[in-house]
């Protein structure tokens, strides 16, 4: 079991930066790719970014440039945002994926994150 606690979610103008952390706790060793993921009201969640245990990134095409993901170590999971755009507002959720024969994943509770214009 994985627990993921998201913190830094707020309402920022647009082309202002928020740094959104996630802490994990439980079996964290397990991990092999954190991931951040939002959902927008109407919208399906989507993948923002995601880090390997080794290091690896991917990012959505929206985000490329201006969005950075980072992991201090197995606990801490940070997403860094600049030039934040009012289409970036939604609920921001942590991901946890451990991959064995199956993959399991874990989700943080969210945290919204509103950009005005």
């Known amino acids: 079991q994985v627990q993921l606690v998201e913190s830094g979610g707020g309402s920022v103008q647009a082309g202002g930066s928020l740094r959104l952390s996630c802490a994990a706790s439980g079996n964290i060793f397990s991990i092999n790719v954190m991931g951040w993921y939002r959902q927008a009201p109407g919208k399906q969640r989507e993948l923002v970014a995601l880090i390997t245990s080794v290091g690896g990134t991917n990012y959505a095409d929206s985000v490329k440039g201006r969005f950075t993901i980072s992991r201090a170590n197995a606990k801490s999971t940070y997403l860094q945002m600049n030039s934040l755009k009012p289409e970036d507002t939604a609920v921001y959720y942590c991901?946890?994926?451990?991959?064995?024969?199956?993959?399991?994943?874990?989700w943080g509770q969210g945290t919204q994150v509103t950009v005005s214009s």
């Open positions: 991901n946890a994926r451990i991959v064995r024969q199956t993959s399991q994943d874990y």
